[in-house]
């Protein structure tokens, strides 16, 4: 931020793409990003300071396009191969990824496009200041780029995150866009900024581990499945327990671990394919996840853009719309009897 590197990537993303499409532009960067990489919170990292430069720079609500990106990172840390709740899930309940991801998909996906259609449609009438006499600086959006790629192409987080740090102070310095010590300040400045963030998520998860270690996530689960009496009531059992769990916890991945022991027992009694139990258990980890306000991801978000998180749940509708297409998908399924189903 300090040596322009946002500001001019922002220049490049309002040249290069039409008005009425950067909304929903915005969001199929952040499914992509993060299907690719399968982490919520670097496609957050990496995405979320050019959206609020955007938003300034359309007038449009920090908030919508803060919410657009966080819509977007969890579409892929939903979905990907590599994403740690897919890991959980598909280990948890004993299903290869690709079962998990086809029955994953046919939810996912429905969602994710009636999101971008409402943001089609709500982008229709953005305007951007006329980018056609602006020169793209794009020494400044070296270190950008080179973050997203590397990234991208998978390498190791700290490693990309070096990288960037290193590739934008030489350009900086190099460059004269600011000097040596100026380097280093933006960076301190950067590290006390997440400071607040760190201290918040560090106070709830010790809060949440003494309510877990005193047994009160197990008596919660233990009361919602003592009155399961089919398939349909033991998957909404399975969303509700890794709902309540996630909301206990504020981490999708523990929520998973928490509860896919317990999921997996109440499959097998209820012949539910691990495959579904495992989509079940990853869509709504996610789902919650990506709306409550003291989730690692959304203060994140609401801490990079300045605003606050209630702000950015205003515009949470990808998120709003997989929750609605997922509880359909388990009310309007087939009760199913008979012999065990296999992954």
């Known amino acids: 931020?300090?040596?322009?590197?946002?500001?001019?990537?922002?220049?490049?993303?309002?040249?290069?793409?039409?008005?009425?499409?950067?909304?929903?532009?915005?969001?199929?960067?952040?499914?992509f990003i993060s299907l690719s990489v399968g982490t919520s919170v670097g496609t957050i990292v990496a995405l979320a300071p050019v959206a609020t430069g955007l938003a300034q720079a359309t007038q449009v609500s920090a908030g919508m396009m803060t919410a657009i990106v966080v819509g977007g990172a969890f579409f892929g840390d939903n979905l990907s191969f590599i994403s740690d709740t897919t890991i959980a899930a598909t280990r948890t309940q004993g299903c290869a990824m690709r079962d998990k991801f086809r029955a994953n998909v046919k939810v996912v996906l429905p969602a994710a496009l009636l999101a971008l259609a409402c943001y089609v449609l709500l982008g229709w009438n953005v305007q951007s200041p006329s980018m056609a006499d602006a020169s793209i600086e794009w020494m400044k959006v070296f270190p950008y780029l080179l973050v997203l790629v590397t990234a991208l192409a998978g390498v190791h987080v700290m490693a990309v995150l070096t990288l960037g740090l290193?590739?934008?102070?030489?350009?900086?310095?190099?460059?004269?866009?600011?000097?040596f010590m100026a380097w280093f300040r933006a960076m301190g400045s950067g590290m006390t900024g997440m400071g607040e963030l760190i201290i918040v998520t560090l106070l709830a998860g010790g809060v949440?581990?003494?309510?877990?270690?005193?047994?009160?996530i197990a008596y919660i689960i233990g009361k919602i499945t003592a009155h399961i009496r089919s398939r349909r009531g033991a998957e909404f059992s399975i969303a509700g327990l890794v709902s309540l769990a996630n909301l206990c916890t504020a981490n999708n991945t523990i929520a998973i671990i928490t509860v896919g022991p317990i999921a997996k027992e109440i499959s097998d009694k209820f012949h539910i394919p691990p495959r579904r139990s495992a989509s079940i258990l990853d869509t709504f980890s996610c789902l919650v996840q990506g709306v409550i306000p003291y989730g690692a991801q959304?203060?994140?978000?609401?801490?990079?853009?300045?605003?606050?998180?209630?702000?950015?749940?205003?515009?949470?509708?990808?998120?709003?719309?997989?929750?609605?297409?997922?509880?359909?998908?388990?009310?309007?399924?087939?009760?199913?009897?008979?012999?065990?189903?296999?992954?």
């Open 208 to 216: 949440l581990a003494l309510i877990r270690f005193n047994g009160g």
């Open 298 to 343: 959304m203060l994140m978000a609401a801490g990079i853009a300045q605003i606050s998180p209630l702000l950015i749940m205003e515009y949470l509708y990808y998120p709003l719309i997989l929750g609605v297409c997922s509880i359909l998908a388990i009310a309007l399924a087939p009760e199913k009897t008979g012999k065990r189903w296999k992954s």
């Open 166 to 179: 290193l590739a934008t102070g030489l350009v900086g310095v190099g460059m004269g866009y600011f000097s």
């Open 1 to 31: 931020r300090d040596m322009g590197a946002i500001d001019a990537t922002v220049q490049l993303t309002l040249r290069l793409l039409p008005d009425n499409l950067l909304l929903a532009s915005v969001f199929i960067a952040s499914c």
